[in-house]
């Protein structure tokens, strides 16, 4: 019997190979490196706070518009607190809320889909019933309810999305599990008389960790704009910390006349998301290259 | 056939039964809610009150099996909030999500399609390259950002279509527009790879071999098996976008099933949010049973298994 469509895993096969290509990879490097340079030192370059109010300066557009001020490059936003500031004190949060969530989660799905994948069988089926049960769960109002029933914070936002967010990992574990389990080496290191343990973590692991990392990036990408999202619809990151999502949510009632307090940190999200989609793109078709080979 | 549909039935409603308990667990995660229903000002003597009327005062287990008992047949009991019953409050919201969701997949594949077989036809040529940078962008962009940018450049700068609300037709375009954008990046993609697959196939030698021309092999032969698994995982992706529209729906005050949902945990209605969660994941389950049934009827290789 076939599996049913919505946990497939996508067939290596079926991988459209390299359309952006190399340099849609190094693009995407770039990108993840700028945001990391932002999160890691920007609030030490940019000599504005990210919390200070300024209630004389409010809703100063950014540089390239007229009538902005020489101290707040990107502007200032209802409260004349520095935008710049701001963004990059955000990337911090983005990334390590994608970051975090896709450590969570990539332990829940590895461990689930591994196992699934090595044992078959009831274990199996056991591991499909919680993906399939996973997959009808509607992850933004599950998290919202969460969120809203236990009060928001960073740590319970990434704990809620890394409990929501492993059911692909745990497709394409259980799906290549399933490919390397049967290879000679695995074979090999039964008759050396390796334990399971040792069989699961150093033989299975390793060589199904390059597709994991193409999951991570796309976990990754979505983790972020959940995040953006769920601070957005005011049930994520607490004000005053500023989370991208929550700048676009704040700058909302102000958008229609001062329109960049929404563009900057929305173009900001889009490009994170976009660079870190590049570098999964270009990882999955390092692996097609592997696999022609 | 009827074997796969009978255990697919089986599993979508046991399913069903666990999303059940985890919504009913889910609501209780808040600690006592009595005392969130009773609101910050409560005196304890408020909150002893909230807890005998609500049924609060009883053990978890009876609650839960007095929920899910009635839960069964449809009645999901009364609204804290709204003076009504949830059934009713659902019952009246439904269209609007199932009308924004049927619009958002038209519109969806109305662009994919086309953009998929393009991309295949041309493939590894700048026109593929473009469509595979658009389906990136697309994937990227958050859809409540794209809302408000469409809100201020067709709503305020054009005006030509209503800012929020649900009044007319016109209200579901700009919302039906955002929630497209949200399954055109992997419709695009799988149509592009079935097509791709579909013209490097045996079948289509044959076809050429035969003579056919050019928009008879793509259209009748090619484009009929590359559809296959787009159609039965637009019907998944119907599920998704009914699930994931409570953003659009709260960004532009759309009163369907998903706004109701960001209304009541944001009121602590928790009858409603528990019937929220369990509706949408009903819808889940019964649109990927389809796609299993559509894509088992549709492709015959599979009709034995």
Partial sequence: ?293 | MLRLIARRLALGVLVALTVMTLAFLLTRLSGDLAVSIAGPQATQADVEIVRKAYGLDRPLYVQFFAWTGRAMVGDFGQSYFFKDSVANLIQKRLPITITLGLVGLSLALIVSLPLGILAALRENTWIDRGVTLFTMVGQAVPSFWLALILMIVLGLQLGILPISGTGTWQHFVMPGIVLAFTAIPALTRLTRSGMIEAMASDYIRTARAKGLSRARIIFKHALRNAAIPVVSIAAVQLGFMLGGSIVIETVFALHGVGYLGWESIAKNDFPVVQAVVLVLAVFYIGLTLLADILNALLDPRLRTG
């Fill in chain 1, 1 to 293: 019997m076939s599996e049913p469509i919505a946990i497939q895993a996508p067939q290596p096969s079926t991988i459209a190979t390299s359309r952006i290509g190399t340099a849609g990879f190094a693009i995407g490097i770039a990108i993840i490196a700028l945001v990391l340079a932002a999160a890691l030192i920007g609030n030490w370059l940019v000599p504005q706070d990210p919390f200070t109010q300024d209630l004389g300066n409010r809703l100063k557009p950014p540089f390239w518009m007229e009538g902005s001020e020489a101290g707040h490059l990107l502007g200032t936003d209802q409260l004349g607190r520095d935008y710049l500031a701001r963004l990059v004190y955000g990337a911090r949060i983005s990334l390590l809320i994608g970051i975090m969530t896709v450590i969570t989660s990539g332990l829940i799905g590895t461990t689930l889909g591994v196992l699934g994948g090595f044992f078959g069988g009831r274990v199996d089926d056991l591991v499909l019933f919680a993906i399939t049960t996973r997959l009808s769960i509607p992850v933004v109002l599950v998290a919202l309810a969460v969120v809203g029933l236990m009060g928001s914070g960073l740590g319970l936002v990434v704990a809620t999305l890394g409990l929501l967010l492993w059911d692909r990992f745990a497709v394409v574990a259980r799906a290549t599990t399933m490919q390397v389990r049967n290879h000679d080496y695995v074979s090999a290191a039964w008759c050396a008389g390796a334990s399971m343990p040792h069989i699961l973590i150093k033989e299975i692991l390793p060589n199904i960790a390059s597709h994991l990392a193409v999951v991570a990036t796309l976990e990754m990408a979505l983790a972020i704009l959940l995040e953006a999202a769920l601070s957005f619809l005011g049930l994520g990151v607490p004000p005053p910390l500023p989370s991208w999502g929550l700048m676009i949510a704040e700058g909302k009632d102000y958008m229609f006349f001062s329109p960049w307090v929404i563009m900057i940190p929305g173009v900001a999200l889009a490009v994170l998301v976009l660079g870190i989609n590049l570098v999964g793109d270009g990882l999955r078709n390092l692996l097609g290259a592997e696999r022609l080979r």
